[in-house]
């Protein structure tokens, strides 16, 4: 699939760091990828911090008024601030004025925007958020999702989840032969929850999606597995958890490096492969997680994301619309499964 030059609609007043670290990213994004931007937020904001660099032909300035706090209530805050940032973001998407939103703010809010703004693909009943962790096997990365757009799922979300993850790990990871799991607490198909055991029958059945069983905690980032399904809260904790894994070893290679001229004659050998030990653990390097299952390219970023992180989910969205993502998931009868799912849970429920 080409590559054509994209317009990607930044949510600039989104997340701890906004406007100054978002900025930052966008510019570097329209140097070095085939990107115009569209940064949305205070004219006046975006403005001061463009005028202090050399290299913003390429960045539309968008204004909007206000920005979802943390603390807000999603769907009442985009109805009461309709001219928020994110909603500003995501009307730049629906007429067609941009092909993709990237925003590290209220991650609810942007969901609740998207699913107002863009609406939901056909056949899916609820989106995923999908999060890339690397694994043991270098080279390989595994796709989470959900990773914390639904807190509780249902069977059928599942099974949606699933096809959603092959579709995306093939055409934009690549992976022309991945393996989706369930994750679990064993790998039986009797284990889990009464959701998890309709899920893995669910999976099973439907021919679309190359499922090969329950992944347990431990298989999550061992490679064996491509695609790991699970609910919203789950994912979300996996997720956390695995980025806190990366800082701490980070961390302690730093601790256990030599002092002294040692440390520094070391550092300077091992710097190339501390490097790439960085690139492998480092979520900023992965930039955050595309929302699947909605009627755009939306992806949410870390609220903590700075400039590295921003510009890598600049890059992801790109890869996303060059990958044409939307038109794949279309190409796959979501309606025609959706109704089969409907069908099946009221089998197993009788």
Known sequence: MGSTRAKIAVDAMGGDYAPGEIITGAIRATEELDVDVALVGDPEQIQSHLDRSSSSSHIEVVPSEGVISMDEEPMAALKRKRKA??????????????????????????????????????????????????????????????????????????EQFGLMGTVYTKYVLGNTDPKVGLLNIGEEPSKGNEVAIRAYQLLSDNSQIPFVGNAEGRDVLSGEFDVIVCDGFVGNVVLKFAEAI?????????????????????????????????????????????????????????????????????????????????????????????????????????
């Open 85 to 158: 940032s994110i909603n500003v973001a995501m009307d730049l998407v629906k007429s067609e004025q941009a092909e993709a939103v990237v925003s590290a703010g209220h991650s609810g809010a942007a969901m609740a925007a998207a699913l107002l703004r863009l609406g939901r693909l056909e056949g899916i009943d609820r989106p995923a958020i999908g999060a890339i962790l690397p694994t043991l096997i270098a080279g390989k990365s595994v796709l989470i999702l959900d990773a914390g757009a639904i807190v509780d799922s249902r069977a059928k979300y599942l």
């Open 246 to 350: 990366g800082e701490v070893l980070l961390n302690i290679l730093k601790e256990e490096l030599p002092q002294g001229l040692h440390g520094q004659i070391g550092s300077a050998i091992l710097k190339p492969n501390l490097k790439r030990i960085k690139q492998r653990v480092d979520h900023a390097e992965h930039g955050g997680g595309l929302l699947l299952g909605v009627g755009g390219i939306c992806v949410i970023s870390h609220g903590s994301s700075q400039a590295p992180s921003i510009y890598n989910a600049i890059r992801l969205s790109k890869e996303a619309v060059d990958q044409q993502v939307l038109t794949r998931l279309r190409s796959y009868n979501l309606g025609k499964m959706s109704m089969e799912v409907d069908s099946t849970v009221r089998d197993q429920s009788r």
